[in-house]
């Protein structure tokens, strides 16, 4: 949150860095002077988004700028490459990706047979040597089936936990089948080495289209496109509200193949068909589909489906990925599907993972601040995500925290998209290392070493498909991401009965302690929680996948054996035949 005031005492929490002592006299690593008025005023440009926002906006984020004299793999840029592959933001894998539950559900045209390692998968050269670079040794489990299901052209429901790599997983296969056929597909393209808008700009034709809820997502998952992108002829660009309209439409007239955007934005420029034509669309993401999928996106939703029903050929594929995907949800996803689509889903639809400690504590409305600055001081001081349910809440609460000299920032729906990306940096880069926010981070962020948090409000069970424990799964799944562990702490009162039997369901699927004060609340009988089923919605039953021995099976540190998964249950459709992966590269192949 932007202030006028002096910047507070506290200094930065380092990346990685954790802190001593345990009580409220303790202190927070070395200070770094921070002037918030800074954050008012211009700041320096900076290309990437790994070095900070420019005051632009992401659509201004430096990308590989494909020249037609490079041949068929384009020459490395070093500075470029840093900027795309460097570890100083960009999340790590952990050493618990073991954690993530193995038991895979599959229904669909034929079995899915997983790709063990990229090297199965038949990627293209430079996509895999970006894998390399990005540090992913091995697959995920939700990575290693859509792998194979993109490979089949069919549409996918994909759900899987919350931090197992779903943006990677769309991202791989769909860049590395087009690499090949950039030529064929495209659209025409400036030659950017010599532009000049007046005389060369044209009309963007993307290929893909990749439409994401939030500001703040659709800004992540631009930053690992640009990254799989590099050295590609594919060109990514990014369109959402707030940010500057006329950059972004710039951008889009020196061509686009890769377009990740916001539903608002995207509806505005596609009444521009000069400027926007989705007729070449292959592959259309929904990216928290769950969230695209509720009612109050339907009308958008319907006119996004339906230019890129635009398409010049039959030849579209539909993927939507979440973390949850309820009922309602996947009925109105069916509507825009295939009849033959593949439903892939990774553990428990709405689950999360034991990586998270899960600590529910009792607390009267009045006494949320006190306990809250008596919890902060309890611990090391570590990088922390506060959820509160109101956007008057955050302010307060920020207000509240810096006041007590504790380093915080704050973001919510009603602030301008430069504060937002502003306050994200500052949270990033640990300058404040305290974020008070509303649902407005819940969904799909990755934030590295965010080791707690805390749901000072917990959500509201209201009669959205995706609020309740739906929303408290996707709020805990900001920590413990991609085989890291971490923390959740939530605050508990009557107000909260509602949530009360599910979130003690949550709490016993993942093994962890049920407070007394919700000891009413556990399930009758032997105590197992009995959830609703939500692995199907039809009279046919799921194929199933458990494994059969334990290990590290999947994640970017392991992967599995060849008969990791055997087969649990069959369809009651025609029986399916095996899908090999690719052992190589094929760039002649006829879609």
């Known amino acids: 949150m932007a202030r006028s005031e002096e910047a507070s005492p506290v200094g930065a929490l380092d990346v990685g860095e954790t802190g001593e002592g ?9 200070p770094r002077p921070h002037d918030y008025n800074a954050l008012k005023g211009p700041t320096e440009v900076v290309e990437g988004a790994s070095k900070g926002p420019a005051p632009e906006g992401a659509a201004a984020y430096k990308k590989y700028e494909w020249n037609d004299e490079y041949g068929d793999v384009g020459p490395r840029v070093p500075e470029l490459e840093d900027e795309l592959f460097g570890t100083e933001f960009r999340m790590q894998v952990g050493r618990h990706m073991e954690t993530y539950d193995r038991f895979v559900t599959t229904e669909g045209p034929v079995k899915i047979v997983p790709v063990q ?23 995920t489990v939700i990575q290693q089936f859509i792998m194979a299901a993109v490979n089949e052209n069919k549409d996918v429901v994909a759900v899987s936990q919350t931090g197992s790599g779903k943006t990677a997983a769309y991202l791989i296969p769909i860049l590395s089948r087009l690499c090949g056929k ?15 808008r007046t005389l060369n700009r044209a009309r963007a034709e993307p290929l893909v289209l990749i439409v994401a809820p939030t500001r703040e997502l659709v800004t992540q998952i631009f930053d690992e496109t640009r990254r799989f992108c590099y050295r590609t002829m594919l060109r990514p660009c990014v369109v959402y509200g707030g940010g500057s309209t006329r950059i972004q439409r710039e951008e889009l007239e020196k061509g686009c193949d890769i377009l990740v955007a916001t539903p608002g934005r995207l509806m505005d420029f596609m009444s521009k068909p000069d400027l926007l ?12 589909a769950d ?35 309820p009922k309602e949800m996947r009925r109105a996803a069916r509507r825009v599907m295939e009849k033959e689509y593949y439903r892939i889903s990774v553990g428990r639809i709405g689950s999360t993972h034991t990586n998270i400690h899960q600590d529910i504590k009792l607390v009267e409305h ?31 609460l920020d207000d509240y925290l810096f ?58 069970t209201d009669k959205s498909a995706t609020g309740g424990i739906h929303e408290y ?30 979130l003690v369901k949550v709490l016993l699927e993942n093994g962890q302690t049920v407070p007394e004060f919700l000891d009413e609340f556990r399930p009758e009988g032997d105590g197992k929680p009995d959830f609703e089923s939500d692995h199907t919605d039809s009279d046919e039953q799921p194929e199933e996948f458990v494994p059969k021995k334990s290990g590290n099976v999947g994640g970017f540190s392991g992967g599995f054996d060849d008969d990791d998964f055997a087969p649990h249950a069959k369809t009651a459709a025609t029986p399916a035949t095996a899908t090999a992966p690719a052992a190589a590269f094929d760039a002649s192949e006829d879609w």
Not at 22 to 30: A, F, L, R, V
Not at 118 to 138: S, T
Not at 182 to 196: D, G, V
């Open 22 to 30: 345990t009580g409220p006299g303790k202190k927070w690593p070395t």
């Open 117 to 139: 390692k990229w090297e199965d998968a038949g990627l293209h050269p430079v996509i895999m040597d970006n894998i390399r670079m990005a540090g992913y040794a091995f697959p």
């Open 182 to 196: 950039f030529k064929k597909l495209s659209a025409r393209r400036p030659n950017l080495s010599a532009y000049n």
């Open 277 to 288: 034509s989705l007729k070449r669309v292959r592959y259309t993401i929904l990216d928290e």
């Open 291 to 325: 969230e695209m999928l509720d009612q109050d996106w339907a009308e958008d939703l319907t006119k996004i489906m339906s230019g890129g029903d635009a398409n010049e050929d039959d030849d579209h594929t539909y993927l939507f990925f979440s973390a949850t995907f």
């Open 366 to 396: 009045q006494d949320k601040r006190e306990e809250l600055y008596n919890l902060l001081f309890s611990m090391p001081p570590v990088r922390t995500l506060i959820f509160v349910n109101s956007k008057k809440q955050a302010d307060l």
């Open 403 to 460: 006041n007590k000299g504790l380093p915080s920032t704050s973001i919510h729906s009603e602030r301008t998209q430069r504060e937002r990306e502003d306050a994200l940096l500052a949270f990033r880069q640990g300058t404040c290392p305290i974020l008070v926010t509303t649902g407005v981070a819940a969904r799909g962020l990755d934030i590295k070493n965010v080791m707690h948090v805390i749901n000072y409000d917990l959500p509201d």
């Open 473 to 502: 799964t996707h709020r805990i799944g900001r920590t413990a991401r991609i085989g890291n562990q971490g923390r959740a702490t939530s605050f508990y009162n009557e107000r909260n009965a509602d949530l009360a039997p599910a």
